[in-house]
């Protein structure tokens, strides 16, 4: 219980820490910190507008993905305590739940009937697809590496194993969450969620036909995945048995990190080219089949 709850203070601030590390970065005094949260206060307080052409995907969509990313969060462990959604092969429950959100954005932005919104339905559901490999093969890696397929068992085991090679495991798999959440949320270097162009819009294209209260809960979604994907690689560096009090500082430290990280990254690098994008997400994916072997040699598992 105590992770979810961390997680959702994490993604409460997580989005202003972006703004004002590419605020500082930029040379500007910048919104504060809790400015995404008053924003999504603000379009709380607005009724939602349903277009004509548009069914009861549509309205439901949001929702729908916010739930599956709230049940999701329910199967991250935190410490040495046990996730409260727990049992074998769980991680594979955790990504369905999110594909389960993605998969009603995709139908509502097609439900639509705008063109932007079904090019920018089929460019998300090929990047996810595409990038999907990567997550699969790294939870497979730790779950070969600890003999377990439960998150709550991989990472209460992870630094257990006596494995001398398992700070290279942690910082390819921090990497590798890092890339895998950039690419799910439609962050750079893959989509801009500045942009103002629909033909090379992403993610924002697919959500233009939403307002209000609905386009709030669709932010807030966002929010909590970058914390969902923050609490992964928290798991992967910081040992499950330590101290709980400094378990919780380390995990909010984590996050800030990872906030920063995002900022700096939104602040000095470009966007790919489009018809770059599929050889990147690609790249993600090789280099996560490298970890696989790599354990597979260093634990005398390759025959």
Not at 24 to 46: A, E, F, M, N
Not at 60 to 78: K, M, Q, R
Not at 189 to 197: G, N, R, S, Y
Request: glycine share 8%; net charge positive.
């Amino acid at each position: 219980m105590i992770g979810f709850v961390l997680i959702l203070i994490a993604a409460f601030f997580f989005p202003g820490i972006i703004l004002r590390t590419k605020s500082i970065t930029s040379g500007r005094k910048g919104p504060g910190i809790l400015q995404p949260i008053k924003d999504i206060g603000v379009l709380v307080r607005k009724g939602s507008v349903f277009s004509k052409t548009s069914g009861i995907i549509f309205q439901i969509a949001p929702v729908v993905a916010l739930s599956g990313t709230l049940c999701a969060s329910l199967v991250i462990p935190f410490a040495n305590q046990r996730a409260l959604i727990s049992f074998e092969g769980d991680f594979i429950f955790f990504s369905y739940l999110l594909a389960f959100g993605k998969f009603f954005t995709i139908l509502a932005a097609l439900d639509t009937g705008s063109s932007f919104g079904g090019m920018g339905a089929n460019r998300e559901a090929f990047f996810s697809m595409l990038v999907e490999p990567a997550f699969f093969i790294l939870l497979a890696t730790f779950a070969m590496f600890t003999g377990f397929t439960s998150f709550s068992d991989i990472f209460s085991h992870f630094f257990l194993t006596g494995d001398h090679y398992v700070l290279i495991y942690s910082i390819i798999g921090f990497y590798l969450f890092v890339q895998i959440a950039m690419i799910e949320n439609s962050r750079l270097p893959v989509d801009d969620p500045k942009t103002h162009l629909e033909l090379t819009m992403i993610h924002e294209v697919m959500i233009l036909d939403n307002s209000g209260f609905d386009k709030a809960i669709i932010h807030l979604g966002s929010y909590l995945k970058f914390a969902i994907y923050g609490s992964l690689m928290y798991n992967v560096i910081v040992p499950a048995g330590w101290n709980i009090f400094l378990q919780t500082g380390l995990f909010l430290a984590v996050q800030v990190v990872f906030a920063i990280i995002i900022g700096l990254i939104e602040s000095f690098r470009a966007r790919n080219k489009m018809n770059l994008n599929p050889k990147f997400i690609l790249t993600i994916s090789a280099i996560a089949w490298i970890a696989f072997v790599v354990i597979l040699i260093l634990t005398n598992k390759l025959i």
